[in-house]
């Protein structure tokens, strides 16, 4: 049973580009959480898709948006993008009858040059 | 942003003694509380958690104490092992259990020494 996966494992942009992150969610899982984690740091919630649509919202701008296709896989965007977006991404899949048990992938690291 | 948060950001033992990490936390409605460990280039993967009507749970050579008075959460390893070195984060779920919403800490780093 594989668990949670994401790619690319590695990604360098330059300022004012945009990037697009994916997730494939463990199997039997419906909900797909996004965080960031900046070095040094723990990860912060960025927000959450269920049912092809966000539920909730970290404090975040609009240039992160995501999207959650009919097989549970989740993609990450982020336009216009800042030095400070540099980060470990991370990506965490649940079963929507327990959503605080969340599994996480092993991340994507985004540096922004 | 909000955080939960932990008393020490390392924490150094003897391999085979026990460990003992701590964790505070401020919103006195969370109901759900999550122990992870992230080693080095890796998710965070879990390890424990527990709710709230609870006050102990225990693991395979884990252990989480959640003292809701003081909001206090610990996480006691038993028997260390090298293996047991990483970075270990607290997380509460924010709110109802059914938001999935995990606030974390800044994590504290366990190193074993051999």
């Known amino acids: 049973d594989a668990g949670v996966t994401q790619s690319p494992t590695h990604l360098i942009k330059t300022r004012g580009q945009q990037v697009t992150l994916r997730c494939s969610p463990k199997s039997g899982h419906d909900t797909v959480s996004w965080y960031q984690q900046a070095l040094g740091q723990g990860p912060q919630f960025i927000f959450q898709y269920y049912e092809e649509e966000e539920r909730q919202r970290g404090n975040f701008p609009d240039r992160f948006s995501g999207h959650q296709f009919p097989n549970y896989s989740s993609e990450l965007n982020v336009n216009a993008l800042l030095l400070g977006d540099s980060a470990l991404y991370l990506c965490?899949?649940?079963?929507?009858?327990?959503?605080?048990?969340?599994?996480f992938g092993p991340g994507t690291r985004l540096l922004v040059l | 942003g909000e955080s939960v948060g932990l008393h020490l950001p390392t924490l150094s033992v003897q391999e085979g003694d026990n460990s003992i990490i701590n964790c505070a936390y401020s919103?006195?409605?969370?109901?759900?509380f999550i122990w992870y460990k992230q080693e080095s280039g890796k998710g965070p993967q879990f390890i424990i958690d527990i709710r709230s009507n609870m006050d102990k749970r225990q693991g395979q050579r884990v252990t989480v104490l959640l003292n809701k008075t003081v909001k206090h959460l610990s996480l006691q390893i038993a028997a260390t092992q090298p293996g047991d070195s990483a970075v270990y984060f607290c997380a509460e779920n924010r709110g109802s259990s059914n938001t999935g919403k995990l606030i974390f800490g800044q994590g504290t780093t366990l190193q074993v020494k051999p």
């Open positions: 919103n006195s409605a969370s109901d759900y």
């Open positions: 965490a899949s649940s079963f929507t009858g327990a959503l605080g048990t969340q599994y």
